[in-house]
């Protein structure tokens, strides 16, 4: 059976789903709000200081960086993105580690595919596609957690903060009680932050490191809070306190919303899974049935069109149930 017109239609449905993905996308609120965060960052940060710590640590996390890790950022895209997500997820997980279970994955289930009787085409790229993104999804579900449990009690941080200021004393000090009484997530960045004032980096540069290995808005108005007002001048204490408000009802406003989506997003789940439920189920009872999708060229490009149609269909759920606040 000749492949080419199978790639070509396979190619030519994965252009048109990514142009259809980027027709109705539109623009990107968060791209929008951190673009603004960065404008008002830069306007309040002292860049000279920051730049030359920050190309000093730069060499220090070079040096360390082992020989694993240099070889499996050979083979990885986008090492320098993969290598922040690592880092948000709390963990001592490196680049050789994420290699070895990605070429794992790969290795375990190409063998397994073709020990079922999968085409040899079809199982190298179901291999590749589990080898990529099953880690790739691990490591998101374990950033996703950490970042909600650090929102769930950062407005309690700050209103620690705020007590320590009213009692007299410094910004500096106060965080450093701060990760020290404060456990989790939030914790652990507050004693980061303090380490790394300890070795010369300035408040607003061990500040701005850690929101960007968070990516998170409640840490970045945290931020722009903090360098304000060092600028302008003020009651901090105050300003962190109505801060700290302002975030616990964007929690409960986020809750909410959650709870009215719910039903919807159940919804999209089960219409988007079943028919592969079903194809799975069919295929534990009859495997023979089932491979002509594999083998028949007709049945190849009604399977295809039908998954670039489940996709659209996934895309404006997707976004008919996810909301910007």
């Given at each position: 059976m000749d492949l080419l017109p199978l790639l070509l239609l396979a190619t030519g449905a994965a252009m048109t789903?990514?142009?259809?993905?980027?027709?109705?996308?539109?623009?990107?609120?968060?791209?929008?709000?951190?673009?603004?965060?960065?404008?008002?960052?830069e306007r309040h940060a002292s860049a000279a200081s920051a730049t030359a710590m920050e190309a000093q640590m730069r060499r220090i996390g070079n040096r360390s960086t082992s020989k694993a890790d240099r070889t499996a950022a050979r083979f990885l895209p986008n090492v320098e993105q993969l290598k922040l997500r690592l880092q948000k997820t709390g963990r001592n997980w490196t680049l050789a580690q994420y290699g070895k279970v990605s070429l794992g994955i790969i290795v375990a289930v190409f063998a397994l595919l073709l020990l079922r009787g999968f085409p040899l085409v079809l199982a190298l790229l179901l291999a590749l596609a589990a080898g990529m993104g099953l880690p790739h999804f691990a490591v998101g579900f374990v950033i996703k957690k950490r970042i909600a449990r650090f929102t769930a009690k950062f407005p309690d941080a700050i209103e620690l903060l705020v007590r320590g200021l009213r009692s007299g004393l410094p910004i500096t000090e106060t965080m450093t009680v701060v990760g020290q009484e404060v456990d989790g997530p939030v914790g652990e960045e507050f004693r980061l932050v303090s380490d790394r004032m300890k070795i010369g980096r300035s408040l607003d540069a061990a500040l701005q490191e850690t929101g960007d290995r968070l990516g998170t808005p409640e840490f970045q108005f945290f931020i722009i809070t903090i360098a304000i007002q060092r600028e302008t001048g003020g009651n901090l204490a105050e300003t962190l306190a109505n801060l700290a408000d302002v975030l616990r009802k964007r929690m409960q406003m986020k809750l909410k919303i959650k709870a009215m989506s719910s039903e919807s997003k159940a919804s999209a789940y089960i219409v988007g899974s079943l028919p592969f439920i079903v194809f799975g189920m069919i295929w534990v009872i009859n495997d023979t049935y089932m491979q002509n999708f594999f083998v028949d060229p007709r049945l190849m490009i009604a399977g295809m069109g039908g998954l670039l149609w489940m996709g659209i269909g996934a895309f404006i759920m997707a976004k008919m149930v996810n909301f910007e606040i």
């Open positions: 789903l990514v142009l259809l993905v980027l027709a109705l996308s539109g623009p990107s609120g968060e791209r929008a709000r951190n673009r603004r965060l960065l404008a008002v960052r």
